[in-house]
């Protein structure tokens, strides 16, 4: 694992983004998987403006990560209205190549098997972007999560529910149900980028970067894939023992190596 520290929010959303172009250029059909959220929002943004100077998605294809249950089509809450508001309509990536878990499914084990045949019929993520819960959830894999589960339907922990309640009208309107693709299927993307910034998020970093590998941290199951980098500014990185050393690593890396 890779932990960056960076001065900011803009950082981090450039070297993102960095990684993000140096895969389209070589593959200009990439499998990107995306988080809804606001920790990904400066990336989206960054990459907007790269479309606008000539980065092409037009073969890209994109996976969400999660889906709330029962949320009418088009509700702004939606992460799939969400992904298409922030960034897959503001860049050249077709609706069609765009897919997330149905939160309307009448079967969901049939539909949660349904995305997971889609992931794997598309070659696999390439590079899957996170943010990070302030319970260390990634997807809406709350604590208790099977450190090998497949994307299925899950239920909100109240804090989640509270810190996503600015995305809608109020509390009350934040369903209790959501789909996530499971640990074990964030586990199969070929390159991990997580993103967190911020004090809130100091506890569930640590607990992700340098707790013990266990379900009250459902992040730290990152700890057993082979290429993850963790980006985050400085509040976020406040909690971390061995941060001087991170630094260090990251100071002293031959630039050819990327991230
Ligand atoms: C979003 C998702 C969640 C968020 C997490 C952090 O698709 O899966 O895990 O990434 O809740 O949210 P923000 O970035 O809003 O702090």
């Not at 001065?7 to 070297?15: E, F, K, N, S, T």
């Not at 294809?61 to 309509?89: K, Q, W």
């Not at 499914?105 to 696999?124: K, T």
């Not at 266990?214 to 700890?223: R, W, Y």
Request: charged fraction near 20%.
């Amino acid at each position: 694992m890779e932990v960056v520290i960076l001065p900011g929010g803009r950082p981090i959303a450039v070297l993102a983004a960095d990684a993000i172009e140096a895969l389209l250029k070589n593959k200009p059909d990439a499998v990107l998987g995306l988080a809804t959220g606001s920790s990904p929002l400066p990336v989206y943004e960054e990459l907007e403006q790269r479309h606008r100077r000539g980065l092409d998605f037009s073969r890209v294809r994109a996976f969400t990560l999660d889906e709330y249950v029962g949320l009418p089509p088009g509700h702004p809450g939606s992460y799939r209205e969400v992904i298409r508001r922030e960034f897959t309509g503001r860049v050249n990536i077709s609706p069609e190549n765009v897919h997330g878990p149905d939160g309307q499914a009448a079967d969901v084990p049939a539909a949660c098997r349904a995305f997971e045949e889609a992931i794997r019929a598309a070659g696999g993520v390439d590079l899957q972007l996170l943010g990070l819960g302030t319970d260390g959830h990634i997807g809406f894999n709350e604590p208790g999560s099977s450190l090998a589960s497949r994307t299925r339907i899950k239920t909100l922990v109240e804090q989640t529910r509270r810190d996503n309640a600015r995305f809608f009208s109020n509390l009350a309107e934040v369903p209790h149900h959501v789909i996530t693709q499971g640990l074990g299927t964030i586990l199969e993307a070929r390159h991990v980028i997580l993103l967190a910034t911020g004090a809130q998020k100091a506890q569930a970093v640590r607990d992700l970067v340098e707790g013990p590998v266990a379900a009250i941290c459902p992040a730290s199951v990152l700890q057993l894939h082979p290429h993850v980098t963790v980006l985050l500014d400085e509040a976020a990185a406040s909690s971390l023992r061995l941060a001087d050393y991170y630094r260090h690593s990251y100071d002293s890396k031959p630039r050819w190596q990327g991230l």
